[in-house]
């Protein structure tokens, strides 16, 4: 099913400071940066897109197996080749963190399996890959797997996922 998709980050801000004989001065710094991908399984093209908002109990972990276990919002399974975006964020509720990374079967996000992302309360991660094949590989069975963590007990954890991959 077709799937076209813009990513936009935007961060703006103004730095200021009030001149000995004079009067303000500021540094306006803007990087805005627009990622469109297009149906497909090329460069800047994406064919799958998964999205949930799920909860861990305190201390849970799971593994999001991004190839052939997941639904999509059609009830379609997805089975990604190739992780080409995900966000997640972290509901500003939580106590404790969300953390990624870390499975047995990782998809290379973080460079293996022990790198890891903590996601505070309130926050976001954001990693786009635009390009053509072999970016993040996603591989049945052996890398696969997006681990998600409750970093400590006592509370739970609610975090939002977008997913966008490739089939091929």
């Known amino acids: 099913m077709p799937v076209t998709t813009e990513i936009r980050a935007i961060f703006s801000?103004?730095?200021?400071?009030?001149?000995?004989?004079?009067?303000?001065?500021?540094?306006?710094?803007?990087l805005d940066k627009t990622y469109p991908f297009s149906s497909g399984t090329g460069a800047n093209q994406a064919d799958l897109v998964w999205q949930d908002t799920r909860t861990l109990a305190a201390s849970a972990t799971e593994d999001l197996d991004l190839a052939g276990v997941l639904a999509d919002a059609f009830g379609a399974t997805i089975t990604a080749a190739e992780l080409v975006a995900i966000m997640v964020t972290a509901d500003a509720a939580n106590t404790n963190d969300v953390v990624l990374g870390a499975a047995t079967q990782p998809i290379p996000l973080f460079g293996g399996t022990l790198g890891t992302f903590a996601v505070?309360?309130?926050?976001?991660?954001?990693?786009?890959?635009?390009?053509?094949?072999?970016?993040?590989?996603?591989?049945?069975?052996?890398?696969?797997?997006?681990?998600?963590?409750?970093?400590?007990?006592?509370?739970?954890?609610?975090?939002?996922?977008?997913?966008?991959?490739?089939?091929?």
């Open 13 to 30: 801000a103004n730095q200021t400071v009030t001149l000995d004989l004079g009067g303000p001065a500021s540094a306006p710094i803007l």
């Open 120 to 168: 505070k309360p309130g926050g976001m991660f954001l990693s786009v890959a635009p390009g053509g094949a072999g970016q993040l590989t996603v591989g049945a069975g052996a890398t696969d797997d997006l681990k998600v963590t409750n970093s400590s007990s006592g509370t739970a954890v609610t975090y939002s996922i977008i997913v966008l991959a490739r089939t091929a």
